[in-house]
């Protein structure tokens, strides 16, 4: 047998029972169609939606196998799902860019990739940071660019990235200004990031001596009054946090403040 023999393989243990991945090794030319068609009929018997066609061991394809596929991948979108090419060599990816797959199927550089894009675009899944600083002004600038750089890369928006940014300013400084001031205080983020929304969290430990005027603030009336006194910047800082997000919630105990904020994608 040729090395370069025809070779298909299912597997599922990547992904459980949505995900399948099919592993194409040789060459793909119109000799193996048929093949080709008997793996996705055994893979549309197993009710598998998404599925990672796996190339890093492709040597060759022909322009009706890249017909074949697109066919298939019409059958699992209808289905809810996708058809994804993965590890595709140098060679392999650009003879489908020259045909013209590129426009049609998403490229990933293996298959772990691939599922991690299933299960942010299709089960919308989140992935979170967590940081913990110490209680300093002067570190609020890093955190909050951290947060504006992790959501554009998420494929947030310019302006979504800019809401986020000036968010997590504004409640770590308030985390900073009305926490406890000694050695080893610390503020901690979390910083969770779905296809749909941004969720940010923001603890401290409270200072006894400002939990009061920090419950003060963080009432509606004297977030919209002209008359806050001397925490009238803090106040506006939480009304303007409550006009870039969608929803925020502040727990204020005398060990500790929470603050969640919510932030729908706009764009």
Not at 149 to 175: H, M, P, W
Not at 177 to 206: C, F, L, M, Q, W
Not at 238 to 251: F, H, K
Request: glycine share 8%.
């Amino acid at each position: 047998m040729s090395d370069n023999a025809l070779t298909m393989e299912i597997s599922s243990e990547w992904g459980g029972a949505e995900i399948a991945v099919l592993k194409v090794s040789g060459f793909l030319d119109f000799s193996g169609i048929a093949m080709l068609s008997r793996f996705f009929d055994k893979i549309a018997a197993g009710n598998w939606s998404y599925i990672v066609v796996d190339l890093a061991e492709l040597e060759a394809i022909c322009s009706a196998a890249l017909g074949e596929f697109m066919g298939y991948r019409k059958r699992f979108v209808e289905r809810g799902g996708s058809l994804v090419f993965a590890g595709l060599s140098g060679n392999i990816r650009s003879k489908l860019t020259l045909l013209g797959a590129n426009k049609i199927f998403s490229f990933y550089q293996d298959v772990r990739s691939a599922i991690n894009a299933y299960k942010w675009d299709y089960k919308k899944q989140s992935k979170s940071v967590a940081i913990s600083f110490p209680a300093h002004l002067a570190l609020v600038p890093p955190v909050r660019q951290f947060a504006s750089r992790l959501v554009r890369q998420k494929g947030y928006s310019v302006k979504d990235a800019f809401r986020v940014e000036t968010i997590v300013d504004e409640v770590c400084n308030n985390a900073v200004e009305h926490g406890i001031d000694e050695p080893g205080s610390a503020v901690d983020v979390r910083i969770a990031v779905d296809k749909e929304k941004i969720d940010i969290t923001v603890s401290n430990k409270s200072a006894p001596d400002k939990v009061a005027v920090l419950r003060e603030l963080t009432k509606p009336q004297a977030q919209g009054s002209n008359h806050v006194g001397t925490n009238d910047k803090r106040g506006r800082g939480l009304a303007l946090i409550r006009m870039l997000s969608n929803d925020m919630d502040v727990n204020i105990t005398e060990h500790g403040t929470t603050v969640h904020v919510t932030k729908l994608r706009e764009e």
